[in-house]
């Protein structure tokens, strides 16, 4: 059975920041590793899930999926749908799936919530629990070095963006924390490690899971 791994950014970004975990999931064998470039604040959700669907119907085999913060969060709402047929298992690396205090904060002062475009509200309310039939991961960051403790309150240990509280979606399979920041997340050879350990078993290390 042919694997694919599809890595999506978060708000902000572009693909090539996944330059670096896409050559160590290529390292940890997953041959077929690829980008999906979006327009995270001029454009939709909702158009980037309808690109990325295509995509996925246009592979033969399970593709799987691996976002980054908002990136994250669209695989998560693309994934729970029925209608998506070879999508496989999905990770998420710091995404605020419970919604974000960070963006709730940008979202009060009106000069910055254009910061956010027409993701706010994906990013301010999240999701309500994990609807998907496959395997949910979640890899939160502990290491606060971030700008979204300014415009927001973190509760408990966070990323410098996203608390840990904010990752933990009722219904995922499995969750797990690092020590890395929100940005680091994608730079981070453990969570290469720990990415590619969930796509092939649905499941972290029992080591690292909290």
């Excluded at 902000?12 to 999906?36: H, K």
């Excluded at 470039?37 to 909702?46: E, K, L, Q, W």
């Excluded at 999926?65 to 029925?82: C, F, K, P, Q």
């Excluded at 254009?114 to 395997?135: C, T």
Aim: aromatic residues 6%; positive net charge; charged residues 20%.
């Amino acid at each position: 059975m042919h694997e694919h791994v599809i890595l999506l950014h978060g708000i902000w970004m572009r693909g090539f920041t996944l330059a670096s975990l896409a050559r160590r999931l290529r390292e940890a064998g997953f041959a077929s590793v690829d980008t999906f470039d979006y327009a995270s604040v001029g454009g939709t959700p909702v158009a980037a899930t309808e690109r990325l669907a295509d995509r996925i119907a246009a592979r033969t085999g399970v593709v799987h999926l691996v976002g980054h913060s908002l990136g994250g969060m669209l695989a998560v709402d693309l994934a729970g749908r029925a209608a998506v047929k070879n999508c496989g298992r999905v990770v998420c690396l710091g995404s605020p799936l419970l919604g974000s205090a960070a963006a709730r904060g940008i979202a009060r002062l009106p000069a910055m919530r254009w910061a956010m475009g027409r993701s706010a509200d994906v990013l301010v309310n999240g999701f309500e629990r994990w609807q998907g039939e496959g395997d949910l991961g979640v890899i939160a960051g502990r290491m606060p070095i971030g700008l979204g403790r300014l415009v927001g309150v973190l509760d408990g240990p966070h990323d410098g963006t996203v608390s840990i509280a904010e990752t933990r979606l009722p219904g995922i399979t499995d969750h797990c924390v690092v020590d890395a920041s929100h940005a680091g997340l994608v730079f981070s050879a453990e969570v290469a490690e720990l990415t590619a350990a969930f796509l092939r078993s649905g499941r972290f290390p029992a080591s690292t899971r909290h």
